[in-house]
């Protein structure tokens, strides 16, 4: 019983260490859940085989299983060689079996690897299918944020722009704007009231919050607000609210095309993909000689009075507000300049 309790002793923190070490490599809960039930199947055989004891193991051979052990757990073969119980050493029997528990437990973490390498794949290949979806959408005024339910875009793939532009306006507006609501209390809930700096922009925030859930037809007035503290919002991202750096076209479209090739996950690609067009749009000189009723929707019409306030629509409020929930919850942009 004694031997037992110091093989548990050993092994329960080698797997530990081990599963700890492993489990940094995947950051999906179904993956570490996959490693911490392979932890606990090595439980019982270790069990089983510390039953036989024996004679003495070489010392070379317990070198070697040190190193196997170091491998699998990420400790110090140094630190390994005096962690082992002094009983094992004297084992060869008890030795031999649970090397080979442990080269089963080194071909399973193999297989393991090799499934979430396929896995990846076939992940990233589904998704990457939604790329002419992100610039459908982008050419429409929208930004995928990370809140959105990002599977409901596979219902886009081939339609046309029309189709794209009502299937997002009625999926914010859905059940009285629930989903828009959501995100942005979340913008409210990041802006901090105990900074200076930001307590003006979180006034207007609850303030225009108020209105348009008094009735959204507020936000027609509320737009020119709201492009204010995207710009905010931007060059605080980029560290230079405190400068006379402003927000510039070129420099999105030279930073996107400086980066777009970064190595990224899927999803990140796509929320990558999304800002850094709709900034593109959103942020480009307007034609102010077609006059006022024909102008595009962007900062610079907006924020120079060239854009008719009768043609203003409740989703053109959401289109900038998610703009600003998009710059603030993205880690693209912080070193834009």
């Not at 090397?99 to 998704?127: G, I, P, T, V």
């Not at 339609?159 to 009502?166: M, N, S």
């Not at 913008?187 to 003006?200: C, H, K, S, V």
């Not at 609850?206 to 737009?223: E, R, W």
Request: glycine share 4%; aromatic share 12%.
């Amino acid at each position: 019983m004694k031997t037992m309790q110091h093989i548990n002793s050993f092994y329960n923190g080698l797997r530990a260490s081990g599963a700890l070490k492993m489990a940094e490599q995947f950051n999906s809960n179904r993956q570490e859940k996959i490693l911490q039930s392979l932890n606990r199947s090595m439980v019982v055989p270790y069990q089983n085989i510390a039953k036989n004891l024996g004679s003495t193991v070489p010392k070379s051979a317990l070198s070697n299983f040190a190193k196997v052990n170091s491998v699998l757990s990420g400790v110090p073969t140094k630190q390994l060689s005096h962690l082992f119980p002094y009983r094992i050493q004297t084992n060869p029997k008890f030795f031999k079996q649970i090397a080979e528990q442990q080269a089963q437990f080194a071909k399973r973490m193999s297989q393991l690897n090799e499934y979430l390498q396929e896995a990846q794949r076939h992940f990233d290949q589904k998704y990457r299918e939604l790329e002419p979806v992100i610039s459908c959408l982008a050419n429409c005024g929208w930004v995928i944020t990370p809140f959105i339910e990002i599977n409901e875009l596979f219902k886009l793939k081939g339609k046309t722009r029309q189709f794209c532009d009502q299937f997002m306006s009625n999926y914010y507006a859905e059940n009285h704007y629930k989903r828009f609501y959501y995100e942005y209390d979340e913008l409210i809930q990041d802006f901090t009231d105990d900074e200076e700096l930001e307590a003006g922009y979180l006034d207007q925030l609850k303030l225009m919050g108020k209105l348009i859930k008094q009735d959204f037809n507020n936000s027609k007035v509320l737009i020119s607000t709201a492009v204010s503290i995207l710009d905010f919002k931007y060059v605080e991202k980029m560290g230079s609210i405190n400068t006379n750096k402003i927000t510039r076209h070129q420099e999105i479209v030279d930073y996107f095309n400086a980066h777009k090739n970064d190595e990224r996950s899927v999803l990140d690609y796509l929320s990558f993909l999304s800002l850094l067009k709709v900034m593109d749009k959103f942020f480009q000189s307007g034609r102010f000689r077609v006059g006022v009723e024909n102008t595009e929707l962007t900062r610079h019409a907006i924020q120079h009075g060239r854009y008719d306030p009768n043609r203003f629509k409740n989703t053109d409020f959401i289109k900038v507000m998610l703009l600003v929930i998009a710059v603030r919850f993205s880690t693209d942009i912080d070193n834009i300049n």
